[in-house]
């Protein structure tokens, strides 16, 4: 029963470690070497395994997404094996064996962090073996991440560790798995697709997504879309898309009729070369006024810059549903300069306000006349979302037509919107204090305006601001975004008086984490004086290394 409650403890600390934010402390390898040394004590144990995890995520779980969006905060660059040095030196070499073949289930799971951190390609037999003896779920997890770490080309080995392991619908593995070598994958998937486990089959079906198009992959996958079962049969047509092969009319057009697999058979077709594979699904345009969302859907979501095409000319001509959504995000086709054109008479010409809204973010940093006019009127179009996304859209543009009309925009309340505030900013528009203080008076229980409001204020503030700015500074109740601002307007102020509040601020921020005062420190070096310098220095042995950096670099400005 014990052991059944450490393995559960193990595998919820896996899962934590992969999918919540972990706080990442700067520890050099020499500190690193110093902990390595007490992990080799037979008293290694859960806690001082979490302790290492949490004191060493660079180290130990660069790979991790968790880790990576970490550094990126803190505008650290991760290597992918920062210990390769380490397994050069007598401590790794004399040990990791030790480690890697104890007894002691914590000492095994911290060998195989270190072993896929440092790259140590003597180790795969070893981790290899491990996949097969490993009882513990934990560790299996992470010996496998560690192969995968290390590119292994033992790729059918680790696919049926996955297979036996992985969950397909929270993949962590999953994504480094397809990374290896695409040859190893290929043959691993010809040996597996045939196999009478349900999740093999998908995997390596999956896997022929990623590998190429080749005749044995063609045959194959379509004898997949023409045997399996129809509950998943739709993982076998996903590959005849992404592989954009052809000739699939005779196959595919029967399953257009079922609910489950319609959506992906349409988006195969689409991809499709073959001539007569296009002309079919076009003609389905044409049997009605309206358009059905799956079937715009896949021109939208193809390959194929002529097929978007198609789809623009759809939103002018067919009836849309109210409720069909799409992303221009989702397919880069959209802002291309072959493109533009089409778009543009797209938003000229079609009527529903939803299309339009998403649509116009495909003009995003264009700044061509056309494009420039056509975000200009829609700034005052009577959707909302419409004038967001067109005001979103300009920014960036620089242009004295936008500029112009800002003003009278501003001082509408029927097309004002947050998103000109950044247009104001960008565009050094400092003379609507009066404008923005009515806004902010007006719309107290709106926090978007609330937000904007203050950003301009903040950006642009007059001597009468200060009260206001260190009113929010002192509430409990304001939003962390606009505390930020308040602070930088009286930095912008140099308000003097203000310095003892922005301290307050600034160690009470600190607490949680030094990354939360930056703001504050940015304030006070605009300010000066010997308090505010006295504050930052104080931030020079910070344990997050941008805050360090940001008060050097602060104090090196000082005069």
């Known amino acids: 029963m014990k052991k059944k409650v450490q393995m559960k403890t193990k595998l919820i600390i896996t899962i934590i470690l992969l999918t919540f934010f972990i706080k990442v402390q700067c520890q050099d390898i020499t500190n690193f070497k110093i902990d390595f040394k007490l992990s080799l004590d037979k008293t290694f144990n859960e806690k001082k395994l979490n302790d290492l995890f949490s004191k060493y995520p660079h180290l130990l779980t660069p790979q991790s997404d968790i880790t990576q969006l970490a550094s990126n905060l803190k505008g650290q660059t991760l290597t992918n094996f920062p210990l390769s040095d380490f397994k050069n030196d007598n401590l790794y ?24 951190a440092s790259n140590d390609l003597t180790k795969e037999e070893q981790l290899l073996k491990k996949l097969k003896t490993e009882k513990e779920k934990g560790n299996l ?14 790729t059918t080995e ?37 196999s009478e486990n349900v999740k093999a089959k998908i995997l390596a079906i999956q896997i022929l997504s990623q590998t190429g198009k080749n005749a044995e992959t063609e045959k ?59 002309e079919y699904l076009r003609s389905l345009t044409t049997q009605k006024d309206s358009i059905s969302d799956d079937l715009l859907d896949c021109f939208f979501e193809s390959k194929k810059v002529e097929n978007v095409k198609f789809w623009l000319e759809l939103l002018k001509t067919k009836k849309v549903s109210d409720d069909y959504y799409f992303s221009v995000s989702k397919n ?25 809204g998403e649509l ?72 609507q204090q009066s404008t923005f203080e009515k806004i902010y008076k007006n719309n107290g229980e709106d926090q978007d305006w609330e937000r904007s409001s203050i950003e301009y204020l903040a950006n642009f503030p007059l001597e009468k601001h200060k009260e206001l700015f260190k009113k929010i500074l002192k509430s409990d109740q304001s939003d962390f975004s606009i505390r930020y601002d308040a602070a930088l307007g009286l930095g912008r102020l140099k308000d003097i008086s203000s310095v003892d509040l922005l301290i307050k601020v600034c160690e009470e921020t600190r607490k949680e984490s030094d990354l939360n005062s930056r703001t504050y420190l940015q304030a006070l070096a605009m300010v000066k004086g010997e308090k505010a310098k006295k504050e930052i220095k104080t931030f020079l042995n910070s344990d997050e290394e941008v805050v360090k950096e940001l008060a050097s670099e602060l104090l090196k400005n000082w005069n």
């Open 93 to 116: 070499i004399d040990n990791i064996d030790k480690l890697l073949n104890s007894d002691n289930s914590f000492q095994r799971l911290f060998s195989y962090l270190i072993i896929g």
């Open 158 to 194: 680790l696919f049926d560790f996955l297979v036996e392991n992985e969950n397909f619908g929270d993949a962590h593995m999953l994504p480094l798995f397809f990374k290896l070598g695409k040859n190893s994958l290929q043959e691993t998937a010809y040996k597996r697709y045939n």
């Open 332 to 356: 880069k086709l959209i802002y291309s300069d072959e493109l533009l054109s089409y778009v543009q008479n797209t938003l000229k010409e079609c009527k529903n306000e939803k299309v339009i």
């Open 220 to 278: 194959i996958v379509l004898e997949a879309v023409k045997n399996w079962d129809m509950n998943i049969k739709g993982y076998a047509i996903y590959t005849v898309k992404e592989l954009q092969m052809g000739d699939l009319l005779e196959t595919f057009k029967p399953l257009l009729d079922n609910d489950k697999i319609r959506k992906i058979a349409l988006q195969a077709l689409a991809n499709s070369p073959t001539n007569s594979d296009n």
């Open 360 to 431: 116009v973010r495909a003009l995003q940093g264009r700044k061509d006349t056309e494009s420039i006019n056509i975000l200009i009127a829609f700034l005052k179009h009577e959707n909302s979302s419409v004038r967001y996304w067109s005001a979103v859209a300009l920014q960036g543009s620089k242009n004295q037509k936008v500029i112009d009309l800002l003003p009278d925009l501003i001082n509408d309340q029927e097309y004002r919107t947050v998103a000109l505030v950044n247009l104001f900013i960008e565009n050094n528009i400092n003379n």
């Open 141 to 154: 997890v992470w010996c496998g991440m560690a192969l995968l770490n290390l590119k292994t080309k033992h």
